[in-house]
Structures are given as structure tokens and as C-alpha cells.
């Protein structure tokens, strides 16, 4: 992959802004409210295209105000057609949205608001600065992003493309001997010479029992030879994120942990193969990955959910897991992500992000996920 890879056009057109904006507002009628406070900033990005922070969208049935401080005006200019720019001006931008509402909406409108994005604090002032009804929306504005467009899987196949290359790059090059916190930031550089805006999030490195912790940060711990490396990390393209895990081994791995990293990938396939359009995250591919762990004794091993949804963020709808799933549809993108931790021991995870088809789904990363033994 050369330099420009994930500069080049998706070639799938842009976003229809204007049907994202309708389904918004059709949001409003089935939930009963006048207008909604957009303050998730990845909602206001896919609504809208702004790509800065401390904004918020204030969308009625026949208003779209976009509500910053003096740092964006000239970005939303750039970026931002179909809005109303409201300048905001005192420093408190919930205050100031709560009066634009007022302003154009009238003081005793039905707000709808998201809670799950909204400090407690902010929520008073919301409640002192606004007369009419407030309504928690909560994940309903976000879920409207569940189903991506042919212009979103383009971009997601872009970072995916970049996340596979960075991997390729690293596993060229011994990982015994290197520093934990020395492979995360070749990942990183990777990125950025490939064209990506950087990473989705901060990469797990985690060699031998330090990969038994499940979000590990990478240290200064260096690997040693016959340790097994956990890597999961993601690259992000034009907003989209990819996420993927491998589990290297750092030189020839014993016939213990080459066994436990045969159950951990029989699961990965068996999630996967779980995925398709109407499967349940919970009742289905969870439910098939812990099954195979299960069966091999390590259930309780096995911590933490099957998978997620990735988008503009890395963690969004639907869910896949033990305790809460959704149900999966066409064009969702989710991640299945089985693992076995055990304490003082090892770590292993295997990762992969697809797009939900008819009857299956489509890996977006293909890095190999054979247990390969690097240096």
C-alpha cells in the first residue's frame, strides 16, 4: 500500500446529508418531540459533516442550527451546508443552545436530548435554561448511524486496508527483544505515512501474562522469546475506524499455548460464522464463541462481550454480548472478538471487523489470523 492509499476518493460519492437530516426529523415524530439537542459529536459530525469539537445541532422539523464558539465559525462555513450557524459566544454552549431553541423554536417546545452524552451538569443547566418539556432520547440520534451507506463502507475498507498494512509491517521485523510501547508507536507511524488520520484508539500491545489483562497499556516490558503478543488496534480514515486483534508469537510458542490459541480461533469462526442479517448479537454469535471456549473448560476465561459495532466511533450499536445484544441487520459493521485471559499466564484475542450481508458477512480485515510466529 503506498503512501496516498487512504488519501484516495472511496469512490462511492459522498454522504446524502440531506436524507440523514430527514431521518432525524422523522426521529422527531416517533418520539414525540419538537426538536433535539445533538451533543454527541460523532452524530453531529454524520449529520451535518462538521468535523471539530464543543458544538452542538439543534434540528426541528423545519430548523437545523449549528451551535459553536468563534475557534469553528470559519470550519462550518467550509464544511457545513443546510445549517443555520448560531454563534456562541459566553463560554457556555449548552446555555446558549437552550436559547437558540427558544429563539426559534419558541420557550416551551418538547426537547429531546442525549443524556448519555450530556454531563449531569450540563443537564441542569439545560433544565434551568429551558421552559418546555425535556425528553432523554438516549441511543436513538446514534442509531441512526447503525446501517452504513456504500460511502461509509468505503472508508471503513480504507482504514481496514491501512490497519492490515500496519500489521503486515510490524510482523516483518522480530517482536522478541522490541518494547511493548515500541510496537505501538511503529503502528502509529504507520498510520500516518499510509494517509490515515491516525489511530481509532490507543493500541493494546501486550506480551506473555501482561496480554491476561484485557485493555493492557503498552509498557516497557520488552517480549521474550516463545511469549505470545496481543495487538489490537485500528487505524481511522476520513472519521471511520477499523479494529482488529492478532496474537503473534514471538518465536516457537509451546504446544500449551499453541492448543489454547486453537480454541480461541475455532471460536473466532464460529462467531463469525453466527453473523449474517436477523442473527442476534447476544442469542447467536456470542452464544456461539462461548460455546466452543466453553466446551474446551475455560468459560469463565472468557470476560468480556463477543463484540461491537464501529464506526465513527470504535464502540457504538449494536452490541454483542453476553449480557445485552442487538439484533443485526444489513449494512451494520460489528466487530467478533473472542478471548481467553488467564492470570499470570497468557493472553489471547482474535479480532476481526465485518459488515452484516444476507447471509453472512464480509471481513473488512484480512490480515491472517493463523497463529504466525514472528522472530
Not at 223 to 242: F, H, N, P, Q, R
Not at 305 to 327: C, K, Q
Not at 361 to 367: G, I, N
Request: with cysteine; glycine share 12%; aromatic share 4%.
Amino acid at each position: 500500500m503506498n503512501a496516498n492509499a487512504a488519501r484516495r476518493p472511496a469512490g462511492a460519492g459522498g454522504p446524502d446529508m440531506a436524507a440523514r437530516l430527514a431521518a432525524c426529523r422523522e426521529l422527531l415524530a416517533r418520539s414525540g418531540v419538537d426538536a433535539v439537542l445533538v451533543s454527541a459529536m460523532a452524530d453531529v459530525r454524520y449529520l451535518s459533516g462538521f468535523r471539530g469539537d464543543d458544538t452542538t445541532l439543534i434540528i426541528g422539523r423545519d430548523v437545523a442550527l449549528i451551535c459553536t464558539d468563534s475557534r469553528y465559525w470559519e470550519q462550518v462555513r467550509e464544511e457545513v451546508a443546510g445549517f443555520v450557524l448560531v454563534p456562541a459566544t459566553s463560554g457556555d454552549l449548552i446555555a446558549e443552545s437552550a436559547a437558540a431553541v427558544a429563539a426559534a423554536l419558541g420557550a416551551g417546545v418538547a426537547l429531546g436530548f442525549q443524556g448519555g452524552h450530556l454531563s449531569y451538569a450540563a443537564y441542569r443547566r439545560l433544565r434551568r435554561r429551558h421552559g418546555g418539556r425535556l425528553r432523554d432520547l438516549r441511543r436513538t440520534v446514534s442509531e441512526l448511524r447503525v446501517i452504513k451507506d456504500a460511502h461509509e463502507l468505503a472508508l471503513m475498507r480504507r482504514a481496514a486496508a491501512v490497519t492490515d498494512a500496519a500489521l503486515r509491517e510490524v510482523a516483518a521485523l522480530p517482536l522478541a527483544g522490541r518494547r511493548e510501547s515500541e510496537i505501538a508507536w511503529q503502528l502509529q507511524e504507520v498510520y500516518h505515512r499510509l494517509g490515515a488520520e491516525g489511530e481509532a484508539f490507543a493500541a493494546i500491545v501486550a506480551a506473555g501474562d501482561h496480554g491476561a489483562h484485557g485493555h493492557a497499556l503498552p509498557g516497557e516490558r520488552v517480549v521474550a522469546a516463545g511469549e505470545l503478543v496481543v495487538i489490537d488496534t485500528g487505524a481511522k480514515v476520513e472519521g471511520y475506524c477499523s479494529d482488529i486483534t492478532r496474537t503473534f508469537a514471538a518465536g516457537e510458542p509451546s504446544r500449551e499455548l499453541r492448543e489454547l490459541y486453537a480454541v480461541v480461533l475455532e471460536a473466532q469462526l464460529a462467531g463469525l460464522a453466527a453473523v449474517r442479517d436477523g442473527a442476534h448479537g447476544r442469542d447467536d454469535v456470542d452464544a456461539a464463541c462461548r460455546a466452543v471456549i466453553a466446551a474446551a473448560g475455560y468459560a469463565e476465561a472468557f470476560g468480556h462481550g463477543t463484540g461491537h459495532g464501529v464506526g465513527l466511533d470504535v464502540h457504538e450499536a449494536p452490541a454483542l454480548g453476553r449480557s445485552r445484544g442487538d439484533l443485526l441487520r444489513v449494512g451494520m459493521v460489528c466487530t467478533v472478538e473472542p478471548g481467553i485471559y488467564l492470570e499470570g499466564v497468557v493472553g489471547i484475542r482474535i479480532e476481526d471487523t465485518v459488515v452484516v450481508s444476507e447471509h453472512g458477512c464480509e471481513r473488512l480485515t484480512l490480515y491472517p489470523k493463523e497463529l504466525q510466529v514472528v522472530g
